[in-house]
Nanobody
Framework: QLQASGGGLVQAGGSLKLSCSAS????????VGWFRQGPGKEREFVAA????????SYADSVQGRFTISRDNAQNTMYLQMNSLKPEDTAVYYC?????????????????WGQGTQVTVSS
């Protein structure tokens, strides 16, 4: 139901934009977010956005560098990643939350995409 894309290999300081498309039934009216899981690490919260796009939340580690957005007409969410660092290397997952409130735990989300690999070289 969720299809993430846009990952790749980039040098430190570079940028990437991830996309995640979903069915209208899954996407419409729901909070969506991005998580990531680096090698040997647990899945961690990156960013979330409310259904209207008016509310956003970011992990401290990406605040000011990453921007989450959504296009409700296209049932698509995005993650613009700038000033990338080697520690941003991870598989990035998009997710949908069915309940009210921006969640920052993986347990808060109900549907998940398959993940897209982001590798940042130093």
């Amino acid at each position: 139901q969720l299809q993430a894309s846009g990952g790749g290999l980039v040098q430190a300081g570079g940028s990437l934009k991830l996309s995640c498309s979903a069915s209208r039934r899954t996407f419409s009216g729901n909070i969506v977010g991005w998580f990531r899981q680096g090698p040997g690490k647990e899945r961690e919260f990156v960013a979330a956005i409310g259904w209207s796009g008016g509310s956003t939340s970011y992990a401290d580690s990406v605040q000011g560098r990453f921007t989450i957005s959504r296009d409700n007409a296209q049932n698509t969410m995005y993650l613009q990643m700038n000033s990338l660092k080697p520690e941003d290397t991870a598989v990035y997952y998009c997710a949908v939350r069915l309940k009210y409130g921006l969640g920052s735990s993986a347990l808060d989300y109900d549907y998940w995409g398959q993940g897209t690999q982001v590798t940042v070289s130093s």
